[in-house]
């Protein structure tokens, strides 16, 4: 896989808000529940009353780079979903330059400001986001590797901050899972850590953090599931997180595919069924995208309950469908497309499909398993021998 996912990744974990060490000299903002209560909003969906905390806290804290970096965080998390205009790249720079301003401005004052350090850092991560979707590379690596750098000293700064370990455990995990090449470009680079080593580090940010507990858990989610192939692990992050965030169309997505990872096929379904009200209101791209989703799902379902020429009828054209930028999801659409025509004894179109996933080169089961049936037609475990 491209060297720049690693950069992607880091970028998209260091927007985690930081957490605000409250025993150390304090150049912490005022009024951290609101910034926390718009964090939850965020994640919740409910958008309007998010950026409305935001910019209260802001208001508060007008020369402190966090309320800025909070609303950019906002805009990025929404952009990802719904936006269709990209030239709300170059207004987010634009954005972000002024938290680096505001995060450089409080480090001439306080060059031990810890907390403003990880600010700066994180402003860096997500402009690298901003330079990698405009094929930018060498800003990308410029200001990805400068975020990482950055936050690794607030960290030697004050160590006993938490939310800041999430950036540093994403980065660590994908060079852990990365090519020998790039395993050995980090080390040059003094950088370098096992795959346990960095999922601890996020553990630990998902049970002690604040901010950045719920993106540590999401995290921790999608890889079980889709990378470490740990799915009751993934299931029980799942089901917490639906719990907290009910409407949030996102997880309750996530849950039902983890679900039939799981085997529970019903329970799967009372989450599909969910979807269709809590989307309405979002932006028709959203709506569309989610549409999408839950037709694969919903024909997942049926092959998983034995009805492959069913589920067929539901993948076929899909893929043509997939609009979002990055392609880990339209993996395992050709794999399960393919699984599905191998179980009817097509093996033609089952291997069509396998070669898509196979093309995206990424880190997930759906690469793995793709290549696996290219070799050996996939059989289900409870066929007749």
Do not use: C
């Not at 096992?194 to 507990?213: H, L, N, P, Q, T």
């Not at 893929?319 to 033609?348: C, P, S």
Request: hydrophobic share 40%; aromatic share 12%.
């Amino acid at each position: 896989m491209k060297a720049s996912i690693l950069i992607l990744f880091v970028s998209l974990h260091q927007t985690a808000i930081p957490q605000v060490n409250r025993e150390s000299e304090s150049f912490a903002p005022l009024s951290e529940e609101l910034a926390l209560q718009g964090v939850r909003e965020m994640y919740n969906f409910q958008f309007d009353e998010s950026r409305e905390s935001f910019e209260k806290f802001t208001a508060l804290n007008p020369d402190h780079p966090a309320g800025y970096f909070y609303q950019v965080v906002l805009d990025w998390f929404t952009f990802r979903m719904f936006k269709e205009d990209k030239d709300i790249w170059g207004e987010m720079s634009d954005e972000l330059d002024r938290v680096v301003i505001i995060a450089e401005g409080q480090l001439k004052m306080y060059p031990d400001d810890a907390l403003s350090m990880v600010y700066l850092g994180a402003a860096r991560g997500l402009k690298a986001r901003i330079a990698l979707s405009k094929n930018d590379f060498i800003d990308t690596f410029y200001d990805g590797y400068a975020g990482y750098s950055i936050i690794q000293e607030a960290m030697r700064i004050d160590p006993t901050m938490i939310d800041p370990k999430i950036g540093l455990g994403i980065f660590h995990y994908f060079i852990a899972i990365s090519s020998p090449m790039i395993r050995s470009l980090s080390y040059i680079a003094g950088i370098s850590s096992s795959k346990e080593k960095a999922i601890d580090e996020i553990a630990e940010v998902s049970e002690r953090g604040i901010y950045a507990s719920i993106e540590a858990r999401s995290f921790l989610m999608f890889i079980y599931a889709y990378i470490e192939e740990e799915h009751v692990k993934a299931l029980n992050l799942s089901r917490g997180l639906v719990k907290e965030f009910d409407q949030s169309p996102y997880f309750h997505g996530k849950l039902a595919d983890i679900l039939l990872l799981n085997g529970e096929i019903e329970e799967a379904r009372q989450h599909l069924e969910l979807i269709p009200k809590l989307v309405v209101g979002l932006p028709d791209k959203y709506q569309m995208e989610m549409k999408t989703r839950v037709k694969f799902l919903q024909g997942e379902s049926l092959r998983r309950e034995g009805k492959p020429e069913e589920a067929l009828e539901l993948f076929i054209g899909l893929a043509d469908l997939y609009t979002l930028e990055f392609k880990f999801n339209l993996g395992y659409i050709y794999l399960r497309t393919g699984m599905a025509y191998d179980e009817i004894g097509e093996r033609k179109e089952a291997k069509k499909q396998y070669k898509k996933a196979v093309k995206l080169d990424n880190y997930t089961s759906a690469v793995r398993l793709s290549k696996l049936y290219l070799k050996e037609a996939y059989v289900r475990d409870d066929a007749p021998k």
